[in-house]
């Protein structure tokens, strides 16, 4: 089963950038994540917008 949210570590792997990136990243809002508990978690979903946010740019 594909995993529906991600910790930062997975998604800076996924991404291939540094884990302290994806924190910036969350915290300007470029890259929603969501609260549980005391846990912050990224839905896959927001990490392919935010990839195809960056591949558009690029075009342009």
Do not use: H, Q, W
Request: hydrophobic share 40%; glycine share 4%; aromatic share 4%.
């Amino acid at each position: 089963m594909e995993r529906l949210l991600l910790t930062a570590e997975e998604a800076a792997e996924l991404l291939n950038i540094g884990r302290c990136k994806v924190y910036d990243l969350m915290r300007t809002g470029e890259l929603e994540s969501i609260k549980i508990g005391r846990l912050r978690r990224i839905p896959v979903d927001n990490i392919r917008r935010f990839a195809d946010k960056l591949i558009e740019e690029a075009r342009t």
